[in-house]
């Protein structure tokens, strides 16, 4: 009834069928028809085009698989753990005990790192020094060692070259400091074993120790004030601290005794692109600039993984990237803490314990992140 057979233009074709609609629906009774009709067209529009990006339409995440993945390894973890899982401003998962909260402090250790390459870019921002400095402009002593080509970004992305002591020895070694400069001047005279810049040997204690020195240097601060005041109490860190947890110098590798609470402030900073509040901490270029893929899986001659399977940015291991643009990055302290975030999706996980987890314990992440991965692809921005 409502098509029109023959060789007219399409116009005409339309002005004959609302004739006829209007012949045997009245105009009141159209204009309702026409109304109701363009109504479900836009909404059906509006569902395919969500269809086509990729976004649940009404679906909430569902994170019981998560919470039975954690449950799981519960004894493993030795039941006293937390768990945090949050977008950039709201806490979307969180599993404690009432003896083991976001509140307890623990050590991080090796997590430190990535607290330490955060101020260094923070300074860099400031004009204090700059990430691509040689070592030995304010550390003289390294041309004498041959080491003058050592920059500040090979030492947070642990590409110095400089060979490492084993780690009995070397925590041995380290608890006869009193000072962070004392420890540089020894690890100065420490062997070149790769060009630098080429190679990623992950060490405990040479990049992010030469680094925390040349920023006391820079700014004539301890690095335990200098941090506080710089990082820590900007993002509202308050119970977070630096120190050496096995006695000696100050510790910017491993010396942060922090709480799942004060290190998610730090994620979720990243997360916004370097804003607090809305207030900008670092520029979203010093963010980018930080999280930067600086050697790639096949570049790691060493890691605490049974396998090399990631690559190395500054302070934290990139887990995934696109194109060699690093996606998601964690700083697994092996003990004490796991901290993630998926820039592509927009979360940030932490798993903190009191025990250690061991380097044995990437694929549970691994897992975990395949899970959560799961629930919020359709959040995923690239």
Known sequence: ?????????????????????????????????????????????IFLLLLQSGTPVNAQPDWTAVKAKMNANAKELDQEFVFVLSSADSTLLLMETKTFTTKSQVPFFISSQWLTAALLFKLAEEGKLSIDD??????????????GYITLRHCLSHMTGIEQKELPRMLAQRKKYTSLEEEVNELVKLSIRAKPGTACWFSQSIGLQLAGRVAEIATKKKFDILIKSKLLTPLGMRRTTFADLNGGALNPSEGAQSTAEDYMRFLRMLLNKGKVN????????????????QASASQVAYSPFEKNQFGYAHGAWVVENQNGKATALAAPGLQGGWPLIDLCRGYAYLVVTKNKLGDNKADLHLEMKALIDRQLTGNCKQ
């Not at 070592?135 to 003289?140: A, D, E, L």
């Not at 809305?278 to 893929?293: H, T």
């Open 278 to 293: 809305q207030q900008a901490f670092l520029s979203e270029a010093s963010v980018i600039a930080l999280l930067q893929l």
């Open 1 to 45: 009834m409502y098509f029109y057979r023959g060789r007219l233009p399409a116009h005409t074709y339309l002005s004959k069928i609302i004739q006829q609609m209007v012949t045997h629906f009245g105009a009141v009774s159209l204009s309702f028809f026409l109304a109701r009709t363009c109504t479900n067209v836009i909404y059906g529009l």
């Open 134 to 147: 040689p070592v030995q402009k304010y550390i003289p002593e390294f041309a004498k060692y041959f080491k």
